[in-house]
């Protein structure tokens, strides 16, 4: 499965990708999730697109593989819309990568 996608999340949120070739895996406990993720990054995928909600409950899994190449996690809004997790992950890389926030986080926000 080297270089392929994959997508972890709620069955309701991820049946949809099936039908554009990329790989499932329904989970919605963090557990599940967690263990979801640990099972595709070994498997080769390239990426893993994680629904925000269940991102959020497996951060340690996703922080083991942050210093890798590969794969890339990604989170992404799940079926009942974005709760913000994305974004702050993507801010404090970049805030990370540049050493200040230059997506100029607006007040209220989170």
């Known amino acids: 499965m080297a270089g392929q996608i994959a997508v972890v999340g709620p069955k309701d949120a991820v049946l949809a990708f099936r039908a554009l070739g990329v790989t499932v895996a329904p989970a919605r406990e963090p557990e599940a999730v967690s263990q979801a993720?640990?099972?595709?990054?070994?498997?080769?995928?390239?990426?893993?697109?994680v629904?925000?909600?269940e991102a959020e409950g497996a951060k340690e899994m996703i922080a083991r593989f942050a210093a890798e190449p590969l794969p890339a996690i990604i989170p992404i809004p799940g079926a009942s819309g974005a709760n913000g997790f994305g974004m702050r992950a993507v801010r404090a890389n970049v805030e990370k990568a540049v050493g200040v926030d230059i997506l100029l986080e607006k007040k209220g926000e989170e």
């Open 37 to 49: 993720i640990f099972r595709l990054a070994k498997e080769g995928y390239a990426v893993i697109f």
């Open 51 to 53: 629904t925000e909600e």
